[in-house]
């Protein structure tokens, strides 16, 4: 058996299809945790601006792994600007390893890339949200330090009491 070459590449503009198309499979999987998420999002108009963004703004952080030459994961981080709040914080805004991927030690890896540019930029925390019932990312980031501060409550409007 060959033992894959895992490296990290700093994602770049001409990389936007490789992200959309790793995020689309986070959109896929978190599916399953909201029946209102739309799935083709990432293929969207609003979703490929987005991409080119992720890859083209110096403000991103983006950055891809790969098994040989075959994009397998990503992480992409920006500046969180909280109005009421004091500390300087960078967001994960998204973050996905393929499945065949998972539980091999490459999101803690990509986390750690992310922590490092952060502490480059002067940035104090780490943000990032999951969907409540997805306990294997929630556990995933408590692993890497990171802790609860709120938790976002969504209900239809029909079911709201006079």
Known sequence: MIKPKITFKKALPKDWEIIQKLNHQIFQDNSQYDKYEDVNWPFSKNGINYFKKVTSNKNYYCLIIYDDDKPIGYLAGVEKKFGYRTNKTAEIENMGISPQYRSQGLGTKLINKFRQWCKQKNF???????????????????????????????????????
């Open 124 to 162: 104090t925390h780490i943000y990032v949200n999951s969907y409540y019932k997805n306990k294997k990312a929630i556990n995933f980031y408590k692993n890497q330090g990171l802790k609860p501060i709120d938790i976002s409550l969504e209900g239809k409007v029909s079911t709201f009491k006079d």
